[in-house]
């Protein structure tokens, strides 16, 4: 079975420029999570989808940060524009609530950001 | 809201050797799930080992075991047989136990094994 996909691994930007992150989450998994991981920090939530429904973005910066998961299955994370404290790791995650583990949240590698 | 803490930026053990990391956690609920996930150099996130506070006797996974201390809110991970592929950054995590809730971690265990 595929794990949660993302791309691209690595993205190197100016600042004031826009910046999309894509995920595929592991097949039949309802709920996807977008993480923020900052460097020598663990990973903090910026939203949380239920299907195609955004349930918990209390997190995200909405000037700047947009995301959509339109017909529940991958998603789209947007930065525009990007500043230079942007530079980061972003990790998206899903679960299931069939999981007979529990709901045990399953992470992709991660999109390394740097923002010059 | 939910804190959790690793007091514990770096840790070292020899090749074959026990070591534990240490997490402790504050939260007013009475049920609940602790994690441990290791964060290789690759930067993939790989789940480790899982309790339930409801649950009293301290989870096991192979070489890794929990001292689960729910009175005194500490959640410790005991490596045994420590291994060079260990060698990563370990994470301690709190979930609550509704559906989908979101994961809150500590601030990491950078755990190295020599040879």
């Known amino acids: 079975e595929a794990g949660v996909v993302q791309s691209p691994r690595y993205k190197i930007i100016e600042k004031k420029q826009p910046v999309a992150f894509w995920c595929n989450p592991i097949?039949?998994?309802?709920?996807l999570y977008w993480y923020l991981q900052n460097l020598g920090q663990g990973p903090e939530l910026l939203i949380r989808?239920?299907?195609?429904?955004?349930?918990?973005d209390s997190q995200l910066p909405k000037d700047r940060f947009s995301a959509e998961r339109l017909k529940g299955v991958d998603s789209t994370l947007k930065i525009q524009p990007a500043e230079l404290g942007d530079s980061a790791v972003y990790l998206c995650?899903?679960?299931?609530?069939?999981?007979?583990?529990?709901?045990?949240?399953?992470f992709g590698p991660g999109t390394r950001l740097l923002v010059l | 809201a939910q804190t959790v803490t690793q007091s514990q930026p770096e840790m070292s053990v020899q090749e074959a050797e026990t070591v534990t990391l240490s997490c402790t956690y504050d939260?007013?609920?009475?049920?609940?799930?602790l994690f441990w996930y290791k964060q290789p150099p690759s930067r993939q996130m790989i789940l480790v080992i899982r309790?339930?506070?409801?649950?009293?006797q301290n989870a096991t996974e192979n070489r890794f075991s929990v001292n689960f201390q729910k009175a005194a809110k500490s959640f410790s991970l005991k490596i045994s047989d420590s291994q060079l592929g260990d060698t990563a950054m370990y994470f301690c995590?709190?979930?609550?136990?509704?559906?989908?809730?979101?994961?809150?971690f500590g601030e990491g265990t950078q755990l190295t094994v020599n040879p």
């Open positions: 097949s039949g998994h309802n709920t």
């Open positions: 995650a899903s679960s299931s609530n069939r999981d007979t583990e529990k709901e045990t949240q399953y």
């Open positions: 989808y239920e299907n195609e429904e955004a349930v918990d």
């Open positions: 939260t007013s609920e009475n049920n609940y799930y």
């Open positions: 995590a709190f979930r609550r136990l509704f559906s989908g809730s979101r994961l809150t």
């Open positions: 309790q339930e506070a409801y649950k009293q």
